[in-house]
């Protein structure tokens, strides 16, 4: 049975009656979003910071992604990092800024969890003052506790992960969660520094009539999905095209106001862009848990086997129905 909350309850009395719960909880998953909670807070101050702190522009240099690295990429990256170290919660660190997993220490205990992140997604938006995001997933560990993580426990499918969530930083600072079967949205008041409950139990519709894809592309897509798009103008059923560019507050518009998501694959992409282990996996378990669906146009997402901690993929993501009826335009 689910947990029912009211709005005005505090992340941090979400986070102790969730664990509660469980009979075998040890309360490292408990403290573990605790620091992600407290990580996002710090990285929220530092963007609504950003301009007088020194923190816009990029570092003039490129990640392992062949993607120009922002000053706040590297804040958001060292923060949650140093954030989630040392508790004693994680066993490893997978980051969009890093080519290699991150093990705990040494001289740390090594946890039961791997956390897998986009640090600061949307970041080119920094400088224009647009929405951007954290992204992270959560996965226990395959190997004994205490023992250095291995490859095994690192490279997990998506059906693996125990829960995930995102942190917009926007007009508000918003921590949506998904865990034990229910997603939950929390805004952060930031004269309190707490975060609280504002969006209880968030659910998807069947369908809805947004889309959301950045169609300067469509020339290099495939032609089943160009007709697709066509379809969709041409119905007369009201469709809304809305799109951010920053995938982490697109997503976030979707699963609040309903709508599809697709960044589907190119010519000079044929494997897709966004990576499998921190930005699509955790939104597809996201998005099923609220009742909607996510593909790569012919397989669910959460069942796809990672290569490597930084596997790209296309991704569609929305209201069941709607995610549907794509994969069978593309069939």
Known sequence: ????????????????????SHADATGQFATLLKQVSLAARLVSSR????????MLGGTGEMNVQGEFVQKLDIYANDTFKSALEHPGVCCAICSEEDEEATLTPDRFHSGKYVFCMDPLDGSSNIDVNATIGTIFGIFSRKSEEGTPATKEDILQTGSEVVA????VYGSGTVLVLAVDGQVNGFTLDPVVGEFFLSHPDIRLAPNALTYSTNEAYAYSWEPKLRDYIDGLKQS????????IGSLVADFHRNLIKGGIFLYPATKKAPEGKLRLMYEAFP????????????????????????????????????NAENVADLEAALA
């Open 1 to 20: 049975m689910l947990r029912q909350f009211e709005e005005g309850t505090t992340l941090d009395r979400f986070i102790f009656e969730t664990t509660k």
């Open 47 to 54: 963007v609504n910071r950003a301009g007088l702190a020194g």
């Open 164 to 167: 995930a969530g995102y942190i």
């Open 236 to 243: 007369g059923q009201g469709w809304r095209a809305r799109y």
């Open 283 to 318: 939104l597809a378990y996201i998005v099923e848990t609220a009742g909607g669906a996510a593909t790569n146009g012919h397989q669910r997402i959460l069942d796809i086997e990672p290569e490597s901690v930084h596997a790209r993929t296309p991704l569609f993501i929305g």
